[in-house]
């Protein structure tokens, strides 16, 4: 059973550079939806961009749990990344899924017991959610 949705913040929910503000806006009205059901949660490899005001106010607002794999001491392509962000909101790693660009983080998450999908489109990765959960 699915409990956590946990997002990449690069290329799934910020489309481009940050500081240009290209959000997702499509894919952040399907997360909306799901929070009725589902915690959400973003991972990102450093905490930089997310600690800015703009984008801190958009996850904040969007997101149960805001993780920084650098504030972890480790890196999305570690599994243990993943391993401490389910003992951090007490769900376990296999109730979790992962959403990414990038298969080196598929693929730790996956190590980890994680379900993943690899991030392509918004319309494919509707799909590829409501198939999971």
């Known amino acids: 059973m699915t ?5 990449d ?3 799934v929910i910020f489309l481009s550079q940050p500081s ?3 959000v997702n806006q499509e894919l952040l009205k399907k997360i909306d939806e799901l929070r009725n059901k589902y915690k959400t949660g973003i991972l990102s490899n450093s905490s930089f961009m997310l600690r800015t ?3 801190k106010s958009i996850l904040e607002k969007n997101f149960d749990y805001i993780f920084s794999a650098q504030d972890l001491n480790l890196s999305k392509t570690d599994p243990q990344t993943y ?3 389910a003992e951090k909101t007490k769900i376990k790693a296999s109730e979790i899924i992962f959403v990414d660009d990038q298969i080196k983080n598929i693929n730790a998450a996956l190590a980890a017991g994680c379900k993943t999908i690899l991030f392509e489109n918004n319309q494919q990765i509707f799909s590829d959610i409501s198939k999971l959960i």
């Not at 409990?3 to 997002?7: D, G, N, Y």
């Open 83 to 85: 391993k401490v962000i």
């Open 3 to 7: 409990k956590l949705l946990l997002f």
């Open 53 to 55: 005001p703009f984008i």
């Open 20 to 22: 240009k503000g290209i």
């Open 9 to 11: 913040f690069f290329n």
